[in-house]
């Protein structure tokens, strides 16, 4: 079992920035994979960006390339999202995930745990 804890979320000003934070514990080297989702009223969970424990690799929806970082720190067991130049359509709740594989995939059900969510409100 894997267990993952967001944190970092709250209001900022259009063009402002935040970083999130989800601290994972329990068997972790089973989920060598770590994404970041979110989720807005009345829309579907959408990817955002992964990375893996071991060497780093990132992957990043288009969207959020260039403005978002997903970084890790294997020692604290951390994963963080850099969000910066946020823009409304940037409000949603931000859900970590980590998933049994080290494949880049940005599909929802290909993770298998998933924090309980912070929320990012932008405001115009």
């Known amino acids: 079992q894997?267990?993952?804890?967001?944190?970092?979320?709250?209001?900022?000003?259009?063009?402002?920035?935040?970083?999130?934070?989800?601290?994972?514990?329990?068997?972790?080297?089973?989920?060598?994979?770590?994404?970041?989702?979110?989720?807005?009223?009345?829309?579907?969970?959408e990817f955002v960006a992964a990375i893996t424990w071991s060497g780093g690799n990132t992957y990043y929806a288009d969207s959020m390339k260039g403005r978002f970082t997903i970084s890790r720190d294997n020692a604290r067991k951390t994963v963080y999202l850099q969000m910066n130049s946020l823009k409304p359509e940037d409000t949603a709740v931000y859900y970590c995930a980590a998933r049994g594989g080290s494949l880049l995939l940005t599909a929802v059900d290909k993770y298998d745990y998933w924090g309980q969510g912070t929320q990012v409100t932008v405001s115009s």
Request: proline share 5%; aromatic share 4%.
């Open 2 to 45: 894997v267990q993952l804890v967001e944190s970092g979320g709250g209001l900022v000003q259009a063009g402002g920035s935040l970083r999130l934070t989800c601290a994972a514990s329990g068997h972790t080297a089973s989920t060598p994979t770590m994404g970041w989702f979110r989720q807005a009223p009345g829309k579907e969970r």
